[in-house]
Each structure stands twice: as C-alpha cells, then as structure tokens.
C-alpha cells in the first residue's frame, strides 16, 4: 500500500481512519462482553461483601442465642482490702454479707504452718561432724520424710538436702538470719488447719557426737496453720483455703486480711449492660446487611441502570426472610412478650431495625427471663432463627449465597474464555482489512498508470 501517514497516494483515502472504524463496529460484541464481564466481576464482589455482613451478623445471634448469654452477672465488694470476688453466670441476683466467725470473734484468714529452729552461728556452719551419717525427720500433712544428713554437711546443705528431695511432701526450707544466728525456718506449702509440721523422733541430729541438735525441742511454731473462718449471712463457715469456691453458687472470693470487726458486703447483679450491648451489636450487623444490599440493588431512572444486585432474585429472598424472622411472633410465649418489637426493637421504613433504650432498659430489669425467651426459644426464638438461616444460606456446599457466587464465578469465567477468543478474531480481522485495503491501493495505483500511459499516447 502507498500510503503517506496512513493516507493512500493514489486514493487519497486515510485508510488507518477507515480501519478504525471498521474495527470499532467490530469490537461492539466484545465491548458487550466486557461489560457484563464487568457486571459479574461487580456482583462477586457484592457477594463476598454481603457474605462477610452475614458472618458479622451470625456472630451477633451466636452471642444471643442461649440462655446462659442473658444471665451474665456482675459483683461488687464494699471492702477489697479484706476480700476479693469473681462471679460466674450460675449465680444467683442478690446481696451476700461476709462477717465475723462465731468462734474466731474476726474473719481469720487460713494460714500454714511455719517451725522455727534455735540458729547457729553462720549458714555455713558445719551441722553433722560426728564422721557418720545422720537422719532430720519430720512429718507434714500426714506425710513423714527422713532426710540423710552426711558428714561435713552445713545449715545450707540440710536446706538443700529438705529443698530438693523428691519425694518432699510440700514443705520449703529457707534460712533467716534474725542478727544474732542463723535459723532454719520450715514453711508448708498449704493452709488449714490439717497441714501441721512436726519434727520426729527419728532425728539423729541431735546436738551429741559433734552433731547441732534439730529435734523437737529446738523447734518453735513461729505461725500456726490454721483453717480460715468466716460467716456467711449469718452461717460460720470453716476453710482450709482462703481461696473460697464453694460456699455462694458461682461465686470465688479470697481472703485477704483479718478483720476483727465489721463485715464485707458482695453484691451480685445481672449484667444487663452486657446484654444491651449484645443486642445493639445485632442491631448494628443487621442494619449494616439490610443497607448495604439495598444500596447495591438501586435502579436510577435518568441512566437506566442497575446497581449490580438490581433484579437479583438471591439476595432479595434472604432480605426478605430476615425481615420476616425480626418481626415475626415467636411460637409459644405470652402475648406481651412475643416480638421483638414488645422489647423496644422495631422496624423502619427502610427495613432496618431502630432499638428504643428505655423500653429494652425496663424489660431487661424487668422481664429478663421473657426476654431470654424471646430470643434463645429452641428453633422459633429471634436469634436461633437468624443464626441457622444465616448458617443455611452461607453453608460452604450447597447456600444460596455460596451457590450464586459460584455461578456468577463461573459466568466470568465463560465469558472470559468468550473474551479471549474474540480479541483473537478481531486481530485477524484487523490484518485482513489491512491487506485488502493495501491490494485496493495497489490496484488503484496500477490504473492510475495505466491511464497516464494511454493519456500519453492518443493524447
């Protein structure tokens, strides 16, 4: 083709305009796909928003769905200097007093025991010197030791020696050094008034043969252990521990200092900030589900176009059902207390939830148990409902949600191979263009020829 930037020399024709144009009415049908490749990919993309709402949403009911999430509990204590206290949801709603031990005249804490040895002159004096052997005995708990004292051993070997015997039953030896000697102090590992230390009489240490004396006798009850005593509105109570687990149903508290007047108060409330938090977060995940499905399935009349859920018939079913469960009654209550709307949650023009504070405030206060009905109902109350149908339509195999996204998948992927193949075609459509308009050129420029020559000569 003799062309000069696109323009045939014999023609005059712009042929690279012409091919263009050509090639755009061509490129119609791929523009076609491209655009509702576009759509697919937008509508995938919705999808996967709407199934992240939906999780958010199912783990709003997940929190609302059995009773025990209504019952959460809180506790004060009016003295935490003497006790501390933790509160599970069996509890029960109330006011506990912690007072003086009948007995004891004072709350007493459990403590263990502690023996004290009469000391040598330093740590490191030599306590068994006598060229033999030696036994320190002693029992604790129930639980009798007889520890091998050798020959040449010192105070801190015999610490040593108690320390890390294997079979110690749950007593540590340590040293105090009180500025004149150097004592051997005993500790049980537990309170109560059954872990006592004693030192037997199978000690052979026993201040003869050049050996210190660590019988009995050389031995003083510097802390006695003893139980913990208390009383509970208006009950004496006796612990071993003063870790206390088992005397208020679901409630823990521990000791912390004797008292010998006076008397601690725990106060155990329903949680219901919890539970109003809870729901708020249902409201929320809801609303932010509802809002966001119905902005992407808008129609606007001036453009005439859809947003990518617009028509979708998927995404409009599972609105749709879960605007029947939140305003649906539920199957079995009483009359004032069977939809949500009855506890201060009702429905907006829009589809979306709006929670009236003072009305769910006073119902929980109330009528918690009703309440607690309303929604953990076995398959008819509000949250089991939308947990399982939220579980039904985002099942990984076989949810609606999880079938049309793999179907809208699946069209991209058709209509990308389409794609392909076309872009394929028009690439030779567009160099067979190029050829016949360079043949046309060409021909043309031939019987330009052949004219000039004839012109020359009959002219």
């Known amino acids: 083709m003799s062309v000069v930037a696109g323009v045939g020399l014999n023609s005059g024709i712009d042929y690279n305009q012409l091919i263009a144009s050509l090639m755009e009415v061509e490129r119609q049908p791929l523009y076609r796909l491209q655009s509702k490749q576009s759509g697919y990919n937008k509508q995938v993309s919705v999808y996967g928003e709407i199934s992240t709402r939906m999780s958010a949403l199912k783990t709003a009911m997940d929190n609302l769905r059995t009773t025990s999430n209504f019952y959460a509990k809180t506790i ?3 003295d935490t200097t003497v006790l501390d206290a933790t509160v599970s949801n069996s509890a029960a709603a109330g006011n ?8 004891a005249g004072k709350i007493q804490l459990a403590a263990p025991e502690k023996e004290l040895h009469t000391g040598v002159a330093a740590s490191t004096t030599v306590v ?9 005995q002693y029992t604790y708990a129930g639980t009798q030791r007889s520890i091998t004292v050798a020959n040449g051993t010192t105070l801190e070997g015999l610490r040593d020696a108690i320390n890390s015997d294997a079979s110690n039953p749950g007593v540590t030896a340590t040293i105090l050094n009180d500025g004149t000697n150097y004592r051997l102090v005993l500790t049980g590992k537990d309170t109560g008034s059954a872990k006592t230390i004693t030192i037997d009489a199978g000690t052979t240490l026993d201040g003869t043969g050049s050996t210190v004396d660590f019988r009995a006798a050389t031995f003083t009850e510097s802390q006695a252990a003893q139980d913990a005593k208390f009383r509970v509105d208006g009950v004496d109570i006796t ?22 007047s006076g008397s601690v ?9 919890t539970i109003k938090e809870r729901i708020d977060s249902f ?30 018939s998927t995404s409009r079913n599972a609105i749709n059902r879960l605007r029947s469960i939140v305003t649906t009654r539920v199957d079995g209550l009483p009359e004032d207390m069977r939809v949500l709307a009855q506890i201060g949650i009702s429905t907006n023009k829009d589809g979306t939830l709006s929670v009236n504070t ?15 009905n309303l929604f953990t109902t076995a398959t008819s109350g509000a949250a089991n409902q939308l947990y399982d149908y939220i579980d039904d339509v985002t099942d990984f195999v ?32 567009e160099r067979n263009l190029s050829a016949r308009f360079a043949n046309l050129e060409a021909l043309l420029g031939g019987l330009t020829s052949q004219g000039a020559f004839l012109t020359k000569q009959f002219g």
């Open 265 to 273: 108060t725990l106060s155990v409330t329903n949680d219901t900030n």
């Open 358 to 372: 003072t009305t769910l405030t006073d119902k929980l206060s109330t009528s918690l148990d009703k309440v607690a």
């Open 128 to 136: 068994n010197n006598s060229g033999a052997d030696k036994v320190f």
């Open 76 to 78: 004060s204590v009016s």
């Open 239 to 260: 612990r071993s521990s003063n870790s206390i687990t088992d005397v208020i149903t679901g409630v823990t508290f521990t000791l912390k200092k004797e008292i010998s």
């Open 398 to 429: 076989d949810g609606a949600v999880t079938v049309r996204t793999k179907g809208l998948n699946s069209s991209t992927k058709e209509i990308s191979d389409k794609i392909t193949a076309l872009q394929d075609k028009l690439v030779v459509t």
């Open 283 to 312: 409201v929320s995940a809801y609303n932010n589900l509802v809002s966001y499905v119905s902005s992407q399935s808008t129609y606007n009349t001036t453009t005439h176009t859809g947003g990518p859920l617009f028509g979708d």
């Open 96 to 103: 506990y007093t912690v007072g003086l031990h009948s007995v």
